[in-house]
């Protein structure tokens, strides 16, 4: 009996938010006791509707009461503490019943239309009074008084779509009157039917995110074990290339110490008879010369050795000429190999991306750009000041190489680009064209000028507009003359557009396509005294 009689004070001295002994008791106005933290924290809650109530009985309060410790209630929590005891351990989470006294026991249904919750016992009548079976039940919710209009204190059942809000029927005939409105019940339906679609397709994203995921992983073993294999296979194929050059070395040397051992042979025998020839012109005596000049006449017919042609020094320019040669074709084939590799793999699982807008955000991608002279066109001059690159067109003769263009003064840059790129152009004169070309490009003929094949986007910069051209077609232009013109190119996204740059970047022209191999900047001029300069991009002018 004892510990029973201890047991009803422990659960009297529990709060019914918490669940827990009291911690700074208070008591408000309707006589129901709580932590002084809970029922503010519950109240808190409530400032907007500015209406206080009871959490145990509904009861409310206006204005907000002022909240006093109680110091007998916390005497007796502490006293109660003193005797080792302590309240079971309880659902922080769980609703209580509103009939059960002292709201300890876990609730089994909320109704909607009560706005209370209750346990198995009081929630009979619910379904053995015909009324009370209309009446939604849900699981137990500690939000029911959200479902009652704070205007007219009626449970709200419709809702308004014109202004998404949920309304009472009062609201629906005094300020939410003519709105479109519909019960609440409909347009959960029409929302679960468009949360539903919106799950299906989130997880469908997930799965294709997480298969995309797989895929990624396989390649990235399959790029890793190709890449292993790769270099062993170039490592052998050097070291065969170095074994060769070893045995070559050995050979070689062998060879020029053979001549060596020979021609100093040659030496010591011409020495000796150039020592008798010597002493037999210092003798005196007649008989004993002439007779010795008939024996060493022959020693002066003797014939020289054939001419032997000595260069290590070329035979290792060759080699080396040979190998850096072999290196750059290496480079190019790696470049366009894996840059045709990534535009095949992965583009479709990466989110697009979106484009720069400020000229700020644009030189984030720049990049430096340097001309190929040996694909410049043989009447095209070429010149550096101050790391800037400048092209006039002229007639100026120059070394032709078997890569620059025959028949139309432009060139291509060194870069093989790829990726998101940035570049300006600086203009002046007529009749320039700025481009982006693949590196195959026809270096002769008429199809060789950028712009009149499928290789090759240019656009062409007039005193007074502009033109694109691709593959023979011509697209007139529109925009503000300018001085200088910004690039942006995204490889993979199939993106390349051209800018007019000032304090503000004006788009000329967009392209969206398909590149299929890695992009050469490139320009040209069709215009005596004109010049182009590919500036290094920055925030500053230049």
Same mark, same amino acid.
């Given at each position: 009996?004892?510990?029973?009689?201890?047991?009803?004070?422990?659960?009297?001295?529990?709060?019914?938010?918490?669940?827990?002994?009291?911690?700074?008791?208070?008591?408000?106005?309707?006589?129901?006791?709580?932590?002084?933290?809970?029922?503010?924290?519950?109240?808190?809650?409530?400032?907007?509707?500015?209406?206080?109530?009871?959490?145990?009985?509904?009861?409310?309060?206006?204005?907000?009461?002022?909240?006093?410790?109680?110091?007998?209630?916390?005497?007796?929590?502490?006293?109660?503490?003193?005797?080792?005891?302590?309240?079971?351990?309880?659902?922080?989470?769980?609703?209580?019943?509103?009939?059960?006294?002292?709201?300890?026991?876990?609730?089994?249904?909320?109704?909607?239309?009560?706005?209370?919750?209750?346990?198995?016992?009081?929630?009979?009548?619910?379904?053995?009074?015909?009324?009370?079976?209309?009446?939604?039940?849900?699981?137990?919710?500690?939000?029911?008084?959200?479902?009652?209009?704070?205007?007219?204190?009626?449970?709200?059942?419709?809702?308004?779509?014109?202004?998404?809000?949920?309304?009472?029927?009062?609201?629906?005939?005094?300020?939410?009157?003519?709105?479109?409105?519909?019960?609440?019940?409909?347009?959960?339906?029409?929302?679960?039917?468009?949360?539903?679609?919106?799950?299906?397709?989130?997880?469908?994203?997930?799965?294709?995110?997480?298969?995309?995921?797989?895929?990624?992983?396989?390649?990235?073993?399959?790029?890793?074990?190709?890449?292993?294999?790769?270099?062993?296979?170039?490592?052998?194929?050097?070291?065969?290339?170095?074994?060769?050059?070893?045995?070559?070395?050995?050979?070689?040397?062998?060879?020029?110490? *053979? =001549? /060596?051992?020979? @021609?100093?042979? %040659?030496? $010591?025998?011409?020495?000796?008879?150039? +020592? &008798?020839?010597?002493? !037999?012109?210092?003798?005196?005596?007649?008989?004993?010369?002439?007779?010795?000049?008939?024996?060493?006449?022959?020693?002066?017919?003797?014939?020289?050795?054939?001419?032997?042609?000595?260069?290590?020094?070329?035979?290792?320019?060759?080699?080396?000429?040979?190998?850096?040669?072999?290196?750059? *074709? =290496? /480079?190019?084939? @790696?470049?366009? %190999?894996? $840059?045709?590799?990534?535009?095949?793999? +992965? &583009?479709?699982?990466? !989110?697009?991306?979106?484009?720069?807008?400020?000229?700020?955000?644009?030189?984030?991608?720049?990049?430096?750009?340097?001309?190929?002279?040996?694909?410049?066109?043989?009447?095209?001059?070429?010149?550096?000041?101050?790391?800037?690159?400048?092209?006039?067109?002229?007639?100026?003769?120059?070394?032709?190489?078997?890569?620059?263009?025959?028949?139309?003064?432009?060139?291509?840059?060194?870069?093989?680009?790829?990726?998101?790129?940035?570049?300006?152009?600086?203009?002046?004169?007529?009749?320039?064209?700025?481009?982006?070309?693949?590196?195959?490009?026809?270096?002769?003929?008429?199809?060789?000028?950028?712009?009149?094949?499928?290789?090759?986007?240019?656009?062409?910069?007039?005193?007074?507009?502009?033109?694109?051209?691709?593959?023979?077609?011509?697209?007139?232009?529109?925009?503000?003359?300018?001085?200088?013109?910004?690039?942006?190119?995204?490889?993979?996204?199939?993106?390349?557009?051209?800018?007019?740059?000032?304090?503000?970047?004006?788009?000329?022209?967009?392209?969206?396509?398909?590149?299929?191999?890695?992009?050469?900047?490139?320009?040209?001029?069709?215009?005596?005294?004109?010049?182009?300069?590919?500036?290094?991009?920055?925030?500053?002018?230049?």
């Amino acid at each position: 009996m004892a510990q029973r009689g201890i047991q009803m004070d422990q659960e009297k001295l529990c709060c019914s938010i918490c669940l827990d002994l009291l911690k700074d008791p208070v008591t408000i106005p309707c006589g129901h006791n709580y932590c002084m933290s809970c029922i503010k924290s519950h109240w808190d809650e409530e400032d907007q509707k500015e209406i206080y109530s009871c959490p145990q009985c509904r009861q409310t309060f206006g204005p907000r009461p002022a909240l006093v410790k109680n110091t007998m209630l916390a005497d007796l929590v502490e006293e109660l503490k003193k005797t080792g005891l302590q309240p079971a351990p309880a659902d922080h989470y769980y609703v209580a019943c509103d009939f059960c006294p002292g709201g300890k026991v876990k609730a089994l249904k909320s109704c909607l239309q009560c706005l209370v919750s209750y346990c198995e016992q009081h929630l009979q009548p619910h379904y053995e009074v015909v009324p009370l079976r209309k009446h939604k039940l849900v699981d137990p919710s500690q939000k029911l008084q959200e479902n009652v209009c704070t205007r007219h204190n009626e449970v709200m059942k419709i809702f308004c779509r014109t202004d998404q809000t949920c309304i009472c029927y009062l609201c629906s005939m005094d300020e939410h009157k003519g709105h479109d409105t519909v019960s609440a019940a409909a347009e959960m339906t029409e929302r679960q039917k468009e949360l539903g679609s919106c799950l299906q397709k989130i997880q469908q994203r997930i799965q294709n995110r997480e298969k995309n995921v797989k895929g990624l992983q396989q390649e990235v073993e399959a790029i890793n074990h190709s890449a292993e294999k790769a270099v062993e296979d170039i490592e052998r194929i050097f070291t065969d290339a170095k074994q060769q050059i070893r045995s070559r070395q050995k050979t070689e040397v062998a060879h020029v110490n *053979k =001549l /060596q051992e020979k @021609l100093q042979q %040659e030496i $010591t025998e011409l020495n000796r008879n150039l +020592t &008798e020839l010597e002493q !037999l012109l210092h003798t005196d005596d007649h008989i004993q010369f002439l007779h010795n000049f008939i024996l060493l006449s022959h020693l002066s017919e003797a014939t020289d050795s054939s001419s032997i042609d000595i260069r290590p020094l070329r035979y290792t320019e060759d080699v080396t000429a040979a190998v850096s040669k072999a290196r750059d *074709k =290496l /480079q190019d084939i @790696l470049s366009e %190999e894996w $840059t045709n590799m990534s535009l095949t793999g +992965t &583009e479709d699982v990466l !989110l697009p991306q979106a484009e720069p807008k400020t000229r700020a955000e644009f030189l984030k991608y720049s990049c430096q750009i340097t001309v190929d002279q040996n694909t410049a066109y043989r009447k095209f001059m070429y010149c550096s000041v101050l790391g800037a690159t400048h092209y006039y067109r002229g007639d100026y003769d120059c070394y032709s190489h078997p890569d620059s263009f025959t028949d139309w003064a432009q060139a291509l840059c060194r870069e093989s680009l790829t990726g998101r790129c940035y570049w300006e152009v600086d203009l002046k004169g007529t009749g320039i064209f700025i481009a982006v070309a693949y590196k195959n490009i026809s270096r002769a003929g008429r199809e060789s000028a950028f712009g009149h094949n499928d290789k090759s986007w240019a656009l062409e910069c007039f005193h007074n507009g502009y033109e694109f051209r691709h593959n023979n077609a011509r697209t007139s232009v529109s925009g503000p003359k300018c001085s200088r013109v910004g690039v942006y190119l995204d490889h993979s996204a199939g993106v390349l557009c051209f800018y007019s740059v000032s304090e503000t970047m004006t788009l000329l022209h967009r392209v969206q396509t398909t590149f299929t191999q890695p992009l050469c900047p490139g320009l040209g001029v069709h215009c005596d005294d004109t010049s182009a300069n590919i500036c290094r991009a920055s925030n500053t002018e230049d």
